[in-house]
């Protein structure tokens, strides 16, 4: 089995992709809990109790090797801007899901196609993955366009899957082979 022992920094030209620390509670916590980041999450907020939670669940799947998520800090400043994470990790299919957010004052600038590039490819080289997904809301074009810029190929279009705000939504999949992604 493989480990993420010693947690794997990974650097971009604009980014740093690293380990979640105690002192990015409060800023996790904002970001799950910012109405325009989990727009089309199906989820409602995140208290700071339930963030302080769910980064103890984080490293705990970090530790049993079932995922791993990166806390997204700029190059020259190290505050955390979001994350981003493979989840689902099942490895003997070689199969794990992916999943990105990123606080709304960085949106628009190309930050979570490359962090999630960065972290393809230490999906496919590092943890020897075939196949990644990704399950989005349709209506999310931004996500869309950051999946189809990484050369994701929307599979299927899972009918009424999520409940979001009361009412049940549609889902795409989307899904990206090792041989489809340039490394």
Known sequence: MRSFD????????RLVLRRALPSDAEAFHQLRSDPEVIRYRGRPPLTR????RRLLEIDTGIRDNTGIMWAISLRDDPRMIGDCLLFRWDEEDMRAELGY????????????TEAARAMLTFGFRSMDLHRVEANVDPANVASV??????GFT??????????????FVDSALFGLLRREFIL
Do not use: C, I, Q, Y
């Open 145 to 150: 366009r950051v999946l189809e810029k990484l």
């Open 6 to 13: 010693p947690f794997p920094e990974l650097e971009t030209p």
């Open 49 to 52: 109790a339930e963030a302080d």
């Open 154 to 167: 929307r599979e299927a279009t899972l009918r009424e899957n999520w409940r979001v705000a009361g009412r």
């Open 101 to 112: 957010e990123l606080m709304v004052s960085h949106w628009g600038r190309g930050l979570v």
